[in-house]
């Protein structure tokens, strides 16, 4: 049996564009945590596209270190 990825391992590779040995899956409620972070309104995460952008930023900042 191949190593399996750790979720950190299986971000990483597809944020940095290669395959994980899984789909790796970001749960509803983080939605939430990036909201407060940045201090927005789920409705306005869910519907304007700059502000999923800035989650996937953070979430990169937080994997890649970047």
């Given amino acids: 049996m191949a190593n399996k990825m750790t ?25 939430t945590f990036i909201c407060q972070y940045y201090g927005i309104s789920v ?9 999923p952008r800035m989650g996937i930023q953070a979430y990169e900042q937080l994997l890649l270190g970047d």
């Fill in 43 to 51: 409705e306005d995460f869910l519907t304007k596209p700059d502000y």
């Fill in 7 to 31: 979720p950190r391992e299986r971000v990483a590779a597809t944020i940095g564009g290669k395959k994980p040995d899984k789909l790796p899956i970001m749960v509803a409620n983080s939605n």
